[in-house]
């Protein structure tokens, strides 16, 4: 692939010519993308032998015969799913210091995937192609759906007003490792600083944050304890689980009270290192236990935490923040004395038994807490009210996304389908009557919940060969 092409598409395009790609541009910081830019400023000629070169996908291509050979004239949907640094290098480096990628060729691996096996190829094309620049565990996990939803609603849903404050701002979810810089990447200045504007930096986070601030609310403080990856790798497995079984609990609801734990976490890391009794050290371990002992006193009153308020504020309340402060020490006191033969406190963090000696101690929190914590409060009963709402209104988002991409595939199509479906004997009445009426738009419209149908059965057919 000449570098121009790839340049020009990347000026064209940006990051959705990365979106499948497990990271984004990570800016010219690190090693590797510092050798690319030397390699295109000074030894163009040498950019094919020294680059691995990259690694794309696509849902179709068109090829046409010419007088040097076949080639290819049309490619639907390029995903480039490995070479994001050196697609990226290419053309910052062309823009910044003005450099000629004439004599530069990159080499491409392309591949033909089907829209229904995308989701589990194209993070193992990703995973084994790779290897210039580290990655994660938490980046394989990028393209699930969950996340595609948590980032929908992160660059959707305006956060309120804080108090004293004349903007409303958004919280940006880093669904790809780099996407907070490097959609600035190519902004000018007046643009980056109205994306700061509507997402400040201190409201970035990323999966292995929301790993955290979910995992240490949902009794789940010793995986936190194992460090950022392991701890993403079993949010993950939990996460995934769960979408199996009820994609819908994943709605505005739960992005809001992921937002309030955040909220509350970022605080009480703030909380942590200002109080007198703090010596240094530890603290992350103590953030994490200080929360989750909070959130299992709630679990034995069978209450909640009303993070819908903190949502609606923006902000930790004051009575909330005493709470913290007084569990805070009482962590801190437990885990630097542990038990006898124990000398690293930091492993035996890690450790059921730690988490067991704490839990012993949240029976006392009712003394101990402040007066008016009930104040924070909300009881399980109107909270399940509010989830099983919450619940509804996802169902009928998903109607209505179904229906308009029932409506973005020509009629022919599902007329085809219904051919197909008859001749290779797995299409039923109901399955005809439904096809009839997506066969007839736009005279006729199918109803959400029959496009929700149209969309499963598509996806049955194409699992068994039927080609879209």
Known sequence: MPAEIIADLYDRYGGRLLEQNVRCFLQARSNVNKGLRATIRHDPEMFFAYNNGITATAKEIVTEKTERGISISQIKDLQIVNGGQTTASLFHTRR??????????????????????????????????????????ADFFSNHPFHIRMEDFSRRLWAPLKKGEIRETK??????????????????????????????????????????????WDEKPTFVNLGAQKNFAKYAERIGKEWAINQDRFNELYFKTVIARAIIFRKTEKLISSQPWYQGGYRANIVYYTLAMLSEYCKLKNVSIDFIHIWKHQETPIVLVKSIEIVGKIVSDDISTPPEGVSNISEWCKKNACWDSLKE?????????????????????????????????????????????????????WKKMIEWGIKERVVSTKDIGILKVAAQIPSKLPTEKQS?????????FQENGFKL
């Open 96 to 137: 910044k210091d003005d450099a000629n990628l004439e004599k530069i060729f990159v080499q491409m691996k392309l591949s033909i995937v089907d829209d229904e096996k995308s989701e589990t190829i194209i993070p193992k094309i990703s995973e084994y192609a790779n290897t210039q620049n580290k990655v994660n565990a």
């Open 452 to 460: 929700l149908y149209l969309m499963k059965k598509l996806k049955i």
């Open 361 to 413: 101690k949240v029976y006392s929190l009712s003394v101990t807490l402040p007066e008016d914590f009930d104040s924070v409060l909300v009881s399980t009963k109107d909270l399940k009210e509010e989830v099983k709402n919450a619940v509804k209104t996802q169902k009928t988002d998903n109607g209505i996304d179904a229906q308009k991409e029932v409506c973005s595939i020509p009629p022919l199509k």
């Open 171 to 216: 919280w940006f979810y880093e669904r790809a490792r780099g996407q907070y810089n490097d959609a600035q990447s190519k902004m000018k200045s007046s643009e980056k600083k109205k994306f700061k504007a509507e997402y400040p930096k201190p409201q970035m986070f990323a999966k292995t944050d929301l790993a955290k601030f979910e995992n240490v």
